[in-house]
């Protein structure tokens, strides 16, 4: 199985950037579809954005979408999420998940195998 862990979670002001990492282990990342998924207090784990195995095809949800890019390194084993034009609305436990490709869709949560811990993003107005 693969080991995901996610970093670079800071707090920054609306209208600043981050940008997240997920480092994967135990398997080629190249292995999976990689998705970005996150968690405000009291709500459900929502979808952000995916990125399928090469990288040539990202997804993401309309909120985030123009601000948000996925990206990846799989000779890093390495996923990214650069955030641009953050607002106090993105504030949330941003997770990175793996799924085998043909196991469900993008922007399940439900269809994910795998799940890091957590990085925090928190944006102040």
């Known amino acids: 199985q693969v080991q995901l862990v996610e970093s670079g979670g800071q707090l920054v002001q609306a209208g600043g950037s981050l940008r997240l990492s997920c480092a994967a282990s135990g398997r080629p990342s190249s292995d999976y579809t990689m998705g970005w998924f996150r968690q405000a207090p009291g709500k459900e784990r929502v979808f952000v954005a995916a990125?399928?195995?090469?990288?040539?095809?990202?997804y993401y949800a309309d909120s985030v979408k123009g601000r948000f890019t996925a990206s990846r390194d799989n000779a890093k084993n390495t996923v990214y999420l650069q955030m641009n034009s953050l607002k106090p609305e993105d504030t949330a436990i941003y997770y990175c998940?793996?799924?085998?490709?043909?196991?469900?869709?993008?922007?399940?949560?439900?269809?994910?195998?795998?799940w890091g811990q957590g990085t925090q993003v928190t944006v102040s107005s």
């Open positions: 990125i399928t195995r090469s990288g040539s095809t990202t």
């Open positions: 998940g793996a799924r085998r490709p043909y196991s469900g869709t993008s922007y399940v949560v439900t269809d994910y195998d795998y």
